[in-house]
């Protein structure tokens, strides 16, 4: 299974664009890079997920590399509210909606 | 989006009591469902995959007959933590997947903390 890499931490300042970055250099062909974040004591929200083609929805953007080794989710302008932990996962198994295991994840603080 | 809810939010519980926790998908229906741990400052943990109408699936080093997951209808299932003690305190977390097709990812509820004193 695919595992990733991301920094413990990273400040963001309010209004601005905010980088997350996600290595996974042994992601397999048919492994999908999902992203989910957990604001403080409550369920993982849903962010996003792709397999190569870049991806855009209503909360952030995924670019994914052309290599499919790492991927930068955006959050384009960040809010006090988007203060969490985000986490890219990629998913496990050949099932579509295989189970997924957390990693560390990023703490990202969105500063005024 | 996808609504699961989990009850009770928080319970506190003496050691040795067993506490049932339970996951419902609101909107859609779930054949499979799946707990995870949380420990203060951690990542979630992977217990087990719950599979409407079957035996759950645990993973390496969780204990079965200590945590009972019953999946007995597409939009319910339970976790029931047996003669709980404090090291079980924790935050437990369900997710489930929706079956239909319509949606891409897996929606997860808000979680209950347990104390066990």
């Known amino acids: 299974d695919a595992k990733t890499t991301q920094p413990p931490s990273m400040d963001c300042a309010e209004g601005r664009a905010a980088n997350l970055p996600c290595n996974h250099s042994?992601?397999?062909?048919?492994?999908?890079v999902y992203w989910y974040r957990q604001i403080h004591s409550q369920g993982p929200q849903y962010i996003i997920h792709g397999l190569k083609n870049n991806e855009t929805n209503e909360m952030a953007s995924l670019i994914i590399t052309e290599d499919r080794k790492s991927s930068t989710l955006i959050l384009p302008h960040a809010t006090l509210r988007d203060t969490a932990v985000y986490y890219c996962i990629v998913r496990v198994g050949t099932d579509s909606w295989g189970k997924l295991q957390f990693g560390a994840g990023t703490q990202v603080v969105v500063t005024p | 989006g996808a609504v699961v809810s989990q009850h009770p939010s928080w319970v506190i519980c003496k050691s040795g009591t067993s506490v049932k926790i339970e996951c419902r998908s609101l909107d859609f229906q779930a054949t499979t469902m799946f707990w995870y741990r949380q420990f203060p400052k951690q990542s979630l943990m992977l217990m087990a995959t719950s599979n409407e109408g079957s035996k759950a699936t645990y993973e390496q080093g969780v204990e079965k007959d200590k945590f009972l997951i019953n999946h007995a209808s597409l939009t319910l299932s339970t976790l029931t933590v047996t003669s709980a003690h404090p090291e079980d305190s924790s935050f437990y977390i369900c997710?489930?997947?929706?079956?239909?097709?319509?949606?891409?990812?897996?929606?997860f509820g808000p979680g209950t903390r347990l104390t066990v004193l």
């Open positions: 997710s489930a997947r929706d079956t239909s097709g319509v949606y891409n990812e897996q929606f």
């Open positions: 042994t992601i397999s062909g048919n492994e999908y």
